[in-house]
């Protein structure tokens, strides 16, 4: 085997043949004690030995003629070429942490070709505690814990498989050795029974890690509340009802005050005029006992053309009254003429008398 290697070196250094090379992936990020596999490829024929090594130590020796000539312990390499392309693939099994560097191919004559390996570790994640009940509305906080990762996991968390928006929990690490320890809390109000789960992951992890508990929430007997607007417009609508039947009420009330002040002073005034006119009844006016219109002087000769229409010698008069005549010029001397006058349905009439002495 030591015979092959010091052949493939040989014919490495001598050899003039330049060849076009290509290494995929350029990046690969694989978890601990798993495998990562590169592939190496000429696009021309012709070479004669291909070289891999990682981390600039030889890892093992292809042949283009022969194949693999040597490996050590870890690594191997599988044939993929087909016509004139001719494609290796180089394994490492069981990748440790101390293998994350450069891994290199190189064909005799021409450039080293390198990518990176990354190589992480996947740890234990945990939510404290078992199962959990609390009542509604109570607030119910949650930690996890993530212990052994490389680098720092990235933690989130998720209720009913729906994830938890990042501002509502926080999340730290410590170093543990080699290795990082991360925690985080999630505070919650219970509104209902909900499974809380705590994610843990790294870039080598396609599924993440994940710890779960089911928090049962226990309802609490509220009374039951009515519904207020039903009763706000009742009372609204009954209290405007009384508001107007109080208005018309007063509006009534005004109006009958009003009236009964008007037939209070009618009734009044009816009384004194009553009690005006039985005054004057008793007093014995328009009963023909007084003879209120004669008068001592004498009428006036005016008085006797207009036939005694002046209102003084009407008012209050009786039925009968004697008035003097006026004495004519050619009237005899001694004796006099006077006249008397009765009221009657028929009106005035006037008797005349004449006295001789």
């Known amino acids: 085997m030591a015979v092959f290697s010091f052949m493939a070196v040989f014919l490495f250094i001598f050899e003039g043949v330049i060849a076009k090379v290509q290494l995929e992936p350029q990046n690969a990020t694989v978890l601990q004690h798993s495998e990562a596999r590169f592939n190496c490829c000429v696009n021309e024929p012709g070479w004669t030995v291909m070289i891999w090594s990682l981390n600039r130590l030889l890892a093992l020796t292809i042949l283009e003629t022969s194949g693999v000539v040597n490996s050590t312990g870890r690594f191997s390499a599988s044939d993929y070429s087909t016509g004139g392309a001719s494609k290796w693939e180089f394994i490492i099994e069981n990748v440790l942490r101390e293998d994350s560097g450069q891994v290199t191919c190189q064909i005799q004559g021409s450039e080293p070709v390198t990518a990176q390996l990354s190589v992480q570790e996947s740890g234990a994640v945990e939510i404290e505690g078992a199962n959990r009940t609390a009542t509604e509305g109570e607030q119910v906080t949650f930690q996890c814990l993530a212990v052994g990762w490389f680098p720092a996991p990235l933690l989130s968390w998720a209720l009913n498989g729906m994830p938890v928006p990042k501002e509502l929990f926080n999340s730290s690490f410590v170093e543990a050795g080699t290795v990082l320890n991360s925690s985080s809390s999630l505070g919650i109000t219970a509104s ?6 705590c994610l ?18 226990a309802k609490v007997d509220k009374p039951q509340t009515r519904d207020q607007t039903v ?15 109080l208005i018309i009420i007063a509006i009534v009330l005004c109006c009958k005050r009003k009236k009964g002040a008007k037939s209070a002073y009618q009734k009044e005034a009816r009384e004194h005029s009553q009690s005006q006119r039985d005054k004057n009844t008793h007093n014995g006016e328009g009963q023909g006992h007084d003879n209120l219109g004669y008068d001592t002087e004498g009428p006036k000769a005016n008085d006797y053309n207009n036939e005694f229409t002046d209102s003084r010698y009407w008012q209050n008069c009786s039925n009968s009254f004697q008035m003097p005549d006026l004495a004519k010029p050619n009237q005899e001397a001694g004796g006099h003429t006077h006249a008397i006058y009765a009221i009657s349905d028929g009106g005035v009439r006037k008797h005349r008398h004449v006295t001789i002495v």
Do not use: K, Q
């Open 200 to 217: 843990a992951t790294v870039p080598a992890l396609g599924t993440p890690e994940r710890s779960g508990v089911f928090l049962t929430v």
């Open 231 to 245: 009763l706000i417009a009742v009372t609204v609508s009954f209290s405007a009802a009384a508001l107007l039947v």
């Open 192 to 197: 209902s029974s909900v499974l809380v789960e």
